[in-house]
Protein backbone atom coordinates (compact mmCIF):
# COMPACT_ATOMS: atom_id res chain seq x y z
CA UNK A 1 0.00 0.00 0.00
CA UNK A 2 2.97 2.46 1.15
CA UNK A 3 4.37 1.83 -2.37
CA UNK A 4 1.32 2.40 -4.51
CA UNK A 5 0.74 5.48 -2.63
CA UNK A 6 4.62 6.61 -3.11
CA UNK A 7 4.22 5.48 -7.22
CA UNK A 8 1.68 7.87 -6.84
CA UNK A 9 3.21 10.68 -5.43
CA UNK A 10 6.29 10.66 -7.54
CA UNK A 11 4.32 10.17 -10.77
CA UNK A 12 2.22 13.18 -9.65
CA UNK A 13 5.47 15.01 -9.29
CA UNK A 14 6.77 14.33 -12.45
CA UNK A 15 3.70 15.61 -14.33
CA UNK A 16 4.19 18.62 -12.46
CA UNK A 17 7.84 18.98 -13.03
CA UNK A 18 7.40 17.50 -17.01
CA UNK A 19 4.38 20.67 -17.14
CA UNK A 20 7.11 22.83 -15.54
CA UNK A 21 9.64 22.22 -18.08
CA UNK A 22 7.79 22.33 -21.05
CA UNK A 23 6.20 25.74 -20.13
CA UNK A 24 10.24 26.39 -19.50
CA UNK A 25 11.11 25.56 -23.19
CA UNK A 26 8.10 27.78 -24.72
CA UNK A 27 9.24 30.94 -22.81
CA UNK A 28 12.41 30.40 -23.17
CA UNK A 29 12.20 30.04 -27.06
CA UNK A 30 9.29 32.67 -27.44
CA UNK A 31 11.46 35.86 -25.98
CA UNK A 32 14.60 34.16 -28.01
CA UNK A 33 12.64 34.63 -31.47
CA UNK A 34 10.93 37.58 -30.30
CA UNK A 35 14.41 39.53 -30.04
CA UNK A 36 14.65 39.05 -33.82
CA UNK A 37 11.80 41.11 -34.59
CA UNK A 38 13.51 44.07 -34.18
CA UNK A 39 16.36 43.01 -36.35
CA UNK A 40 14.17 42.06 -39.21
CA UNK A 41 12.35 45.33 -39.10
CA UNK A 42 15.52 47.39 -39.33
CA UNK A 43 16.78 45.37 -42.28
CA UNK A 44 14.68 46.84 -44.14
CA UNK A 45 15.79 50.73 -43.02
CA UNK A 46 19.23 49.15 -43.70
CA UNK A 47 19.03 47.92 -47.56
CA UNK A 48 16.81 51.44 -48.07
CA UNK A 49 20.20 53.30 -47.47
CA UNK A 50 22.60 53.93 -49.80
CA UNK A 51 25.57 51.25 -49.52
CA UNK A 52 28.05 53.21 -48.14
CA UNK A 53 25.36 55.52 -46.22
CA UNK A 54 27.40 56.32 -43.05
CA UNK A 55 24.44 56.63 -40.21
CA UNK A 56 25.03 57.45 -36.31
CA UNK A 57 27.28 54.89 -34.52
CA UNK A 58 25.81 52.16 -32.16
CA UNK A 59 28.51 51.26 -29.49
CA UNK A 60 27.53 47.40 -29.13
CA UNK A 61 29.55 47.23 -25.89
CA UNK A 62 26.96 49.48 -24.52
CA UNK A 63 23.76 49.39 -26.11
CA UNK A 64 20.95 47.10 -25.62
CA UNK A 65 19.27 48.84 -28.82
CA UNK A 66 19.15 47.82 -32.93
CA UNK A 67 22.41 47.75 -34.96
CA UNK A 68 22.61 47.36 -39.08
CA UNK A 69 25.51 46.62 -40.52
CA UNK A 70 26.07 46.27 -44.64
CA UNK A 71 29.30 43.95 -46.09
CA UNK A 72 30.40 44.07 -49.63
CA UNK A 73 30.65 40.76 -51.81
CA UNK A 74 33.73 39.97 -50.53
CA UNK A 75 32.44 39.93 -46.61
CA UNK A 76 33.93 43.56 -45.83
CA UNK A 77 31.61 45.88 -43.26
CA UNK A 78 30.95 49.42 -45.86
CA UNK A 79 28.36 50.97 -43.88
CA UNK A 80 25.64 50.60 -41.21
CA UNK A 81 25.95 51.92 -37.53
CA UNK A 82 26.79 49.13 -35.20
CA UNK A 83 29.85 49.55 -33.66
CA UNK A 84 32.57 47.28 -31.98
CA UNK A 85 36.35 48.73 -31.07
CA UNK A 86 35.99 51.60 -32.90
CA UNK A 87 35.04 50.22 -36.27
CA UNK A 88 32.37 48.85 -38.01
CA UNK A 89 31.43 45.03 -36.51
CA UNK A 90 31.86 41.87 -38.33
CA UNK A 91 30.09 38.58 -37.97
CA UNK A 92 31.92 35.51 -38.52
CA UNK A 93 31.60 35.01 -42.84
CA UNK A 94 29.73 32.07 -42.25
CA UNK A 95 27.08 33.55 -41.38
CA UNK A 96 26.78 36.05 -44.48
CA UNK A 97 27.77 32.84 -46.71
CA UNK A 98 23.89 31.24 -45.33
CA UNK A 99 22.14 34.05 -45.72
CA UNK A 100 23.98 34.50 -49.22
CA UNK A 101 22.91 30.20 -49.80
CA UNK A 102 20.15 30.06 -48.02
CA UNK A 103 18.57 34.05 -48.29
CA UNK A 104 18.69 34.73 -44.65
CA UNK A 105 20.73 33.23 -41.69
CA UNK A 106 19.66 34.23 -38.10
CA UNK A 107 22.00 33.43 -35.25
CA UNK A 108 23.12 34.19 -31.55
CA UNK A 109 26.36 35.76 -31.74
CA UNK A 110 29.50 36.45 -28.90
CA UNK A 111 31.83 38.66 -30.18
CA UNK A 112 33.58 39.09 -26.92
CA UNK A 113 32.42 37.30 -24.01
CA UNK A 114 29.57 38.71 -22.17
CA UNK A 115 28.32 40.41 -25.31
CA UNK A 116 25.88 38.18 -26.61
CA UNK A 117 23.28 39.36 -29.82
CA UNK A 118 20.66 38.22 -31.75
CA UNK A 119 21.57 38.72 -35.53
CA UNK A 120 19.62 38.24 -38.60
CA UNK A 121 21.46 38.29 -42.02
CA UNK A 122 19.66 38.47 -45.42
CA UNK A 123 21.53 39.04 -49.15
CA UNK A 124 21.09 42.15 -50.67
CA UNK A 125 22.76 43.14 -54.18
CA UNK A 126 25.90 41.34 -54.26
CA UNK A 127 26.28 41.66 -50.78
CA UNK A 128 24.83 40.91 -47.00
CA UNK A 129 22.87 43.13 -44.59
CA UNK A 130 22.74 42.10 -41.12
CA UNK A 131 20.78 43.36 -37.96
CA UNK A 132 20.55 42.45 -34.80
CA UNK A 133 19.90 43.40 -30.83
CA UNK A 134 21.58 42.52 -27.55
CA UNK A 135 20.28 39.64 -25.74
CA UNK A 136 21.12 41.20 -22.29
CA UNK A 137 17.16 41.60 -21.33
CA UNK A 138 16.35 38.62 -22.88
CA UNK A 139 18.75 36.67 -21.08
CA UNK A 140 17.94 38.16 -18.10
CA UNK A 141 14.17 37.48 -18.48
CA UNK A 142 15.26 33.93 -18.85
CA UNK A 143 17.40 33.43 -15.80
CA UNK A 144 14.40 35.24 -14.07
CA UNK A 145 11.81 32.14 -15.51
CA UNK A 146 14.41 29.74 -14.07
CA UNK A 147 14.01 30.95 -10.75
CA UNK A 148 10.33 30.78 -10.38
CA UNK A 149 10.35 27.88 -12.42
CA UNK A 150 13.41 26.24 -9.60
CA UNK A 151 10.75 27.82 -7.11
CA UNK A 152 7.76 26.01 -8.34
CA UNK A 153 9.51 22.66 -8.44
CA UNK A 154 10.93 23.33 -4.78
CA UNK A 155 7.12 24.11 -4.14
CA UNK A 156 5.57 21.14 -6.06
CA UNK A 157 8.14 18.66 -4.09
CA UNK A 158 6.97 20.21 -0.68
CA UNK A 159 3.23 19.68 -1.57
CA UNK A 160 4.01 15.93 -2.91
CA UNK A 161 5.86 15.45 0.55
CA UNK A 162 3.35 16.90 2.53
CA UNK A 163 0.15 14.72 0.54
CA UNK A 164 2.29 11.61 1.34
CA UNK A 165 3.13 12.42 5.12
CA UNK A 166 -0.63 13.11 5.43
CA UNK A 167 -2.26 9.95 3.56
CA UNK A 168 0.38 8.05 6.14
CA UNK A 169 -0.95 9.88 9.15
CA UNK A 170 -4.36 9.24 8.15
CA UNK A 171 -3.47 5.89 7.18
CA UNK A 172 -2.12 4.72 10.60
CA UNK A 173 -5.25 6.37 12.34
CA UNK A 174 -7.39 3.92 10.72
CA UNK A 175 -5.47 1.28 11.38
CA UNK A 176 -4.98 2.19 15.47
CA UNK A 177 -7.95 0.64 17.19
Same mark, same amino acid.
Given at each position: ???????? $?? $??? !?? +?????????? %????????????????? @????? $?? &?? #?????QVDLSRSLGTFWVRYDAAGRPIAG?????? &? @?????????? =??? =???????????????? +??? /????? *?????????? !??? #??????????? /????? /?? *?? +?????? %?? $?????????? #??
Amino acid at each position: MWLRRIII $AV $AAY !LL +FAGGLATLYV %VVQQDGRQAVEDAPRAL @LSAGE $AS &SP #TQQPGQVDLSRSLGTFWVRYDAAGRPIAGDGYLDG &S @LARVPQGVLR =TAR =TLGEDAVSWEPKPGLR +FAV /VAQPV *GDGVIVAGQS !LQR #TEQRIERTSLY /VGGAL /VA *GL +FVVGAA %VV $ADALVAQRRL #TP
